[in-house]
């Protein structure tokens, strides 16, 4: 069992910067950030693979960076120039062996 925490949402004007960190009980070795909206489907933000390489949604690529600690417990998302769209409900997830785990979902609102 993984427990992810995360912390860092909340309510910045648009152009501004938020930083999101999702913590993990248990040293992973891939990890990520997915996101939803009110009435959407949820969708990729970025995801950070065990050798290292990153994956963007397309809607982020140039303003989000992911990124996460040596101990591989710890992956940080910092987002730059914020839009109204980018307003939703952000989860951490982990895949850890076969099993995937999600956090409770941190809330990120952009106002125009």
């Known amino acids: 069992q993984v427990q992810l925490v995360e912390s860092g949402g909340g309510l910045v004007q648009a152009g501004g910067s938020l930083t999101l960190s999702c913590a993990a009980s248990k040293t992973i070795f891939s990890m990520g950030w997915y996101r939803q909206a009110p009435g959407k489907q949820r969708e990729l933000v970025a995801f950070i693979f065990s050798g290292g390489s990153t994956n963007y949604g397309d809607s982020v690529k140039g303003r989000f960076t992911i990124s996460r600690d040596n101990t591989k417990k710890t992956v940080l998302l910092q987002m730059n120039s914020l839009k109204p769209e980018d307003t939703a409900v952000y989860y951490c997830?982990?895949?850890?062996?076969?099993?995937?785990?999600w956090g409770q979902g941190t809330q990120v609102t952009v106002s125009s």
């Open positions: 997830n982990a895949v850890y062996g076969i099993y995937n785990y």
